[in-house]
């Protein structure tokens, strides 16, 4: 009950433009900024110094330049020429190659056509350098789409992307099949959006239990899985999965968010696993970090000592 509450208040937070005018002032300034634990910085030079800093504790990441919801093909075009910037930059600057995105940061509110020829921008330069580049899952009005536009640059020989599935989701698990029949890379989540009741499960042991569901069957059939979690008891049983079916630890990876369960991660990487942390930067940051609090009540206390301390 707690977690449903929490995730309306914040998602109701995160779409408040004065609040995120208000906070991109001043959530990111002085040494003590409350967002600083969740946020790399504003600029890719913070970005770029927390993958150097991350990569010496023998860790992966992607690096997320944060925005969504763009109402005019003027700002998803920038944000287009924006990434394909990012690009050269992480490629100048010598670190891992992998950046994720979100399609109405590309204009998908304005159109499918407009999306997906942004989408195409960022892809070629980032197949000339290497780059895997993950498409993010937004909230359910977006998934069919999404995953329609993924699919379609999938078969236009775009095969250095992937994609996010939501447990949380009633449909996921038929979309998860989707996706292994094309070969795809899937990252799977639990999903930080308020759903209605119709289409999405609405208590934790119902995300949880579907969740383990699609991960037993991604870590059979998918390629190279990305289980994004910090819950101890999944993270258990997916060891343990891996272990009855003979998968090495770097056959697949786990991921988890910039600034959570820092400990974790290092126990699972000194054991060999493969993790991957999620570097999310930006001035339009507020959002994302909205939601982060929104999952996990914990978090507000975090964020309440940094700005009283």
Avoid: C
Wanted: net charge positive; hydrophobic share 45%.
């Amino acid at each position: 009950m707690l977690e449903a509450i929490s995730k309306s208040v914040f998602h109701a937070l995160a779409g408040s433009a004065a609040i995120t005018r208000l906070a991109s002032r001043y959530g990111m300034a002085g040494e003590r900024a409350f967002a600083r634990r969740f946020i790399a910085g504003e600029r890719i030079e913070d970005a770029i110094a927390a993958a150097r800093a991350i990569e010496g504790r023998g860790l992966t990441h992607t690096l997320d330049y944060l925005g969504e919801s763009v109402t005019s093909a003027e700002a998803a075009a920038a944000a287009a020429d924006e990434y394909a910037g990012i690009i050269e930059r992480v490629t100048a600057a010598g670190i891992g190659r992998n950046v994720s995105l979100k399609l109405t940061q590309l204009g998908l509110d304005l159109g499918n056509e407009i999306a997906a020829g942004n989408l195409r921008r960022i892809l070629e330069p980032a197949a000339r350098h290497e780059f895997f580049v993950r498409i993010d899952m937004e909230n359910s009005p977006y998934t069919d789409r999404t995953l329609d536009i993924f699919e379609r640059m999938w078969r236009d020989g775009f095969r250095n992307a992937g994609v996010v599935l939501q447990s949380a989701l009633h449909r996921s698990e038929r979309d998860l099949q989707r996706m292994l029949a094309l070969g795809a890379r899937v990252r799977l989540v639990k999903g930080a959006y308020k759903e209605p009741a119709d289409i999405a499960w609405q208590r934790k042991s119902e995300v949880d239990a579907a969740y383990v569901r699609m991960m037993d069957l991604l870590l059979r059939e998918g390629q190279y899985p990305a289980l994004a979690t910090h819950d101890p008891e999944i993270i258990r049983l997916a060891r343990e999965r891996v272990a009855q079916l003979g998968i090495q630890r770097t056959g697949f990876e786990f991921q988890m968010l910039y600034g959570i369960r820092r400990d974790l991660q290092a126990a699972l990487a000194a054991e060999g696993y493969g993790v991957r942390v999620y570097i999310p930067f930006g001035r339009e940051w507020f959002p994302y970090f909205m939601r982060r609090l929104g999952e996990r009540p914990a978090n507000v206390g975090f964020a309440l000592r940094q700005l009283v301390g």
